[in-house]
């Protein structure tokens, strides 16, 4: 985000206004307004606007851990994009076929709670995580009123089987 501050203290958000590069795009690049890292290293990051110029020093370190995977983050998307959690689904007041999640994941640790520590060791399976209800039933391995919601080699199917592979932690 990039403000401006003017004479008469008015402030004002330029962030689309201004113009942003990096002095060696070999450590990072952009990903929209976001900066990226690309590899270990230091650069700049110069932002300039009204023939103004701030530079900033960036450094990128353990670019090649990957990031750990997130309920929040990685797996609410997934139960958006199959609809697990719409309103004629899970995400209805009562919920469907005795599973409740929240209307389209406004409440994730509500979901998180009700996915992993209701009915325990019935909807996901840490030991064997493509075994686990959630991913047979979006399969279609094992009966489900909501039908195929991913295939085996879906970028969700991946996202859920991870998570859970990780620990199906928060």
């Known amino acids: 985000m990039v403000q401006a501050s003017y004479a008469d203290g008015i402030t004002r958000d330029v962030t689309y206004e201004a113009r942003a590069r990096l002095a060696d795009p070999r450590f990072a690049d952009f990903d929209g307004t976001a900066v990226r890292p690309r590899t270990n290293g230091q650069t700049k990051l110069l932002v300039s606007f009204a023939g103004q110029t701030l530079v900033i020093p960036v450094t990128v370190s353990n670019s090649s851990l990957p990031s750990a995977i997130s309920f929040k983050l990685d797996v609410m998307p997934v139960f958006m994009k199959a609809g697990c959690n719409s309103g ?6 009562r919920g469907k076929d005795g599973f409740r999640l929240s209307l389209f994941g406004f409440d994730p640790e509500g979901d998180y709670h009700r996915l992993t520590r209701e009915q325990i060791g019935r909807r996901i399976n840490l030991a064997l995580p ?32 991870a998570w859970l592979a990780a620990g199906g932690d928060q």
């Open 88 to 93: 004629t689904c899970h995400g209805s007041s």
């Open 130 to 161: 493509e075994e686990s209800l959630i991913v047979q039933k979006g399969l279609g391995a094992v009966q489900h009123t909501g039908g195929v919601r991913f295939s085996t080699n879906s970028g969700l199917c991946q996202t859920l089987i």
